[in-house]
């Protein structure tokens, strides 16, 4: 394991107050367990979705067989996250494809969708690094199982201790099987996991049924402009990963 940090030094011209209130037996059964393992998903956590969103354009234009406006096919997709329901696939290709083409749009995306280096948020690595000095961590992600190739080469995957890919597994989020299949390999409970992802529908709400803690990542497929009650549903907000480690100590 490594080091998770040197604990502060206390000012030597302060002494610090020790003294703590005896723990009642309604206070111990209202403390959640401790964080054990922490599930991240891949796209919005770990790699800018922007790759994913410029692979659906690609492949809704190529099907549209013209030229769809950048800035029309943004405002459908931006429409879309904002609501925090339903597939932007499903939304983007009742839009702008015939019912024809719509069956298409998918598998067409996937083809040209993969996260390249640059794709990796910068503070990614340090912070999985941190993270798996105190916390087994896992992958839960509705993904291709080819996404664990680009984790190994950006030095990501040797952090991990049990991958659930939703090729490999046969469901996806929000299917609570996909969050079991992961806790069941890690030997953790539901009380002990906290889920990590940047969707209201398939993290926060999915993590939710199966008993498990979340933190919503606004970024990526996150709504441009989260409402209050988006903000309420998580355990814990934060913008980037790096403040994370901080959110779990918080939880």
């Known amino acids: 394991m490594r080091d998770p940090g040197e604990r502060p030094t206390v000012p030597t011209n302060t002494v610090p107050n020790t003294r703590r209130e005896p723990m009642t037996s309604e206070d111990n059964a209202h ?3 401790p964080t054990e393992l922490v599930l991240l998903d891949v796209g919005g956590p770990i790699y800018d979705d922007a790759v994913y ?17 950048r800035e029309t096919f943004q405002r459908v997709y931006d429409e879309q996250r904002q609501r925090q329901a339903g597939s932007l696939r499903t939304a983007i290709a009742e839009h702008f494809l015939t019912p024809n083409h719509r069956k298409r749009l998918s598998e067409l995306a996937e083809s040209y969708w993969e996260y390249p280096p640059s794709a990796l948020y910068p503070e990614v690595l340090p912070t999985v690094r941190t993270l798996a000095g105190t916390y087994r961590l896992a992958i839960v992600a509705n993904q291709r199982e080819l996404v664990v190739e680009a984790l190994r080469r950006d030095g990501i995957a040797e952090h991990i201790d049990v991958w659930a890919i ?21 030997g953790v409970s539901a ?7 940047n969707r209201l529908d398939t993290d926060v709400r ?18 441009p402009h989260p409402t209050p009650e988006q903000l309420a549903e998580p ?13 779990l100590e918080r939880m």
């Open 31 to 33: 403390r959640p367990a």
């Open 206 to 223: 999915g993590a939710k049924r199966v008993g498990l803690r979340s933190v919503w990542i606004t970024r990526g497929e996150a709504p």
């Open 191 to 197: 009380a002990g996991t906290v889920h990590v992802g």
């Open 53 to 69: 969103r410029d692979a659906l354009l690609r492949a809704t234009r190529e099907l549209a067989g013209s030229e769809i406006e």
């Open 235 to 247: 355990d814990a907000v934060i913008g980037s990963l790096d403040e994370l480690p901080a959110a």
């Open 166 to 186: 939703s090729e490999t597994v046969g469901a996806e989020k929000p299917d609570p099987a996909i969050f079991r299949y992961a806790m069941d390999r890690a």
